[in-house]
């Protein structure tokens, strides 16, 4: 995947609406809506007669609008009662300073979780619910600052996304701003997120309803007047048959950003990993480790790149799954643990709506998977996996075990080096790829011997002495969790440099270069 620094605006454009999507999943919305909004955005500040710089700012802050949104998923989920995604969904319908919305939605905090814990967040929430709610947008928008200057995204866009909860009567945050005072494209950007997402759930009459109440409130009025006099054509791009090519059609022609994938692959990393205090900074470690491991795997340097990237976004689908499942100290219920078990498969399919993402989509998604078929979110056997796909597994999982976690402490480096082996013996990694990450972290690698005769790999003398032992290809491929196929070629390669064509000419040659010595099930 080449993604250069100089980005051309539909690849930035693209690979920011494919990676919105995973804010539609920490928002508990349904995909495509934040796609959605920033079209309706788009197409409003064009009816409102905004300059080109504007709709820009518009198009390219509406796709990052939610980049923040996991910022106070822990805060939230501890005072509001575990499923910080729901609380998404239910207060982004309504205007919080009006009590008839407000009180209805605090009354439905907690739900689906036992009686006390929602009494207990609906007295906190009607004790501390502003401050709370001023938390929330504070870490938000400060978080987004952060994403946006990070990706060069250029002063409007910037500013935008720092005004995302003003309103217009001065009563939102930043609370300084109000009226004229808040950027033209925030503005239009809160008109279009309402009457998307009312016209979506409930018509459009309903939405103009909710505009008119809000109108000098929550909302610009004149704004809201413009929304009024164009409604249906504004909104009928969202009814045509792909939002997704509608709103890369839409891409500004000028270029926000000198960003390339490495620095949005990392932004959306962070992203992802303030979703729980357990996992701040996983990401990184992981696509640092997986790249270094790589390499010493002798990957070339494009597919080292496609291991970095692909690794930086594995836990993308982990915003999915409420902070308050990530947090729980004890076992998880079962529909706890299916929400975990389907995280990679929302990586996956968030990576894999962009042609740019596509390619590390597999690699990604699979860093949960196992050679023996024990992994989640598909059980994919080792011969259906990349090798490449499963070098950043074995990175997470070694991360994963130096990282506390609210079942257990860190292990420490000894201890995560004897469980990294354990998970070899038990076939559920390769030993050549364990041993490359235990190397890569600083560990001495395991080595049974540093050069074998006639250029025999590691795993030439497995399956060498595996067929000097009588073994079948299908008994080898299930020792070294591999395909029969790949076993085939092992063998035909192993024939050729020893200069053998039977398999008693194998064993000689084993026995004469004393290659018998160590042998076991395990890979």
Same mark, same amino acid.
């Given at each position: ?225 413009? &929304? !009024?006099?164009? $409604?249906? #054509? ?5 009814? +045509?048959? /792909?939002?997704?090519? %509608?709103? @890369? *059609? ?17 932004? &959306? !990393?962070?992203? $992802?990993? #303030? ?5 701040? +900074?996983? /990401?990184?470690?992981? %696509?640092? @480790? *997986? ?18 990237? !692909? ?19 004890? *076992? ?192």
């Amino acid at each position: 995947m080449n993604f250069m620094k100089s980005a051309h605006p539909l690849h930035l454009a693209e690979v920011l609406a494919a990676l919105s999507l995973a804010t539609d999943l920490a928002n508990d919305q349904p995909f495509e809506t934040s796609l959605r909004a920033c079209l309706l955005a788009t197409e409003l500040a064009r009816a409102a007669g905004a300059s080109t710089e504007t709709i820009a700012d518009v198009y390219y802050a509406g796709l990052l609008r939610f980049v923040g949104c996991t910022a106070f998923s822990s805060e939230w989920a501890g005072a509001l009662g575990g499923d910080d995604n729901v609380l998404h969904r239910t207060f982004a319908p309504i205007d919080a300073r009006r009590p008839g919305e407000l009180l209805p939605a605090a009354i439905g905090l907690g739900k689906g979780r036992g009686l006390k814990e929602r009494v207990r967040a609906v007295a906190n929430f009607v004790t501390e619910g502003p401050s709370i709610l001023t938390a929330f947008a504070a870490s938000n928008c400060e978080a987004a600052l952060r994403f946006a200057a990070r990706l060069d995204m250029g002063a409007g866009v910037i500013a935008t996304l720092g005004q995302i909860y003003a309103r217009w009567d001065g009563r939102g945050f930043p609370a300084n701003l109000a009226e004229e005072s808040i950027a033209l494209p925030a503005r239009i950007l809160q008109v279009a997120r309402v009457a998307e997402i009312h016209a979506r759930v409930s018509g459009l009459a309903h939405a103009q309803s909710v505009l008119k109440t809000r109108a000098g409130g929550q909302l610009d009025p004149h704004l809201v007047k413009v &929304f !009024a006099s164009e $409604a249906e #054509l504004l909104l009928a791009p969202l009814e +045509g048959p /792909s939002v997704w090519d %509608a709103v @890369l *059609a839409r891409a500004p022609s000028t270029n926000p950003s000198r960003a390339g994938i490495a620095e949005v692959a990392r932004a &959306f !990393a962070d992203f $992802a990993d #303030l979703k729980s205090v357990y996992s701040v +900074g996983h /990401s990184t470690s992981v %696509a640092e @480790l *997986a790249e270094r491991a790589a390499k010493l795997l002798g990957l070339d340097e494009s597919a080292r790149a496609n291991v970095r990237h !692909a690794a930086l976004l594995h836990d993308l689908g982990s915003v999915s799954v409420p902070a308050g499942i990530w947090e729980k100290k004890g *076992a998880l219920t079962t529909a706890e643990w299916e929400r975990v078990r389907l995280h990679p498969y929302y990586t996956e399919r968030v990576l894999a709506r962009s042609p740019l993402l596509s390619e590390v989509a597999i690699l990604a998604g699979a860093h949960h998977e196992r050679c023996d078929g024990s992994g989640y979110s598909r059980g994919t056997p080792a011969a259906l996996i990349p090798p490449d796909a499963m070098v950043i597994a074995a990175a997470d999982c070694y991360c994963a075990f130096l990282e506390a976690r609210p079942h257990r402490p860190a292990l420490g480096a000894a201890e995560a080096v004897r469980a990294m082996r354990a998970e070899v013996s038990q076939r559920r990694f390769e030993a050549e790829i364990v041993e490359a990450i235990l190397e890569a972290a600083g560990h001495e690698r395991q080595r049974r011997r540093q050069t074998w005769p006639r250029g025999l790999s590691d795993r030439e003398v497995d399956v060498l002495r595996r067929v000097a032992r009588g073994c079948s290809n299908k008994e080898i491929a299930e020792q070294l969790s591999i395909s029969p196929r790949t076993v085939q070629h092992h063998v035909a390669h192993i024939y050729e440099k020893i200069g053998v064509s039977t398999r008693a000419g194998a064993t000689l040659f084993a026995s004469e270069n004393d290659l018998l010595g160590w042998v076991n099930d395990a890979p």
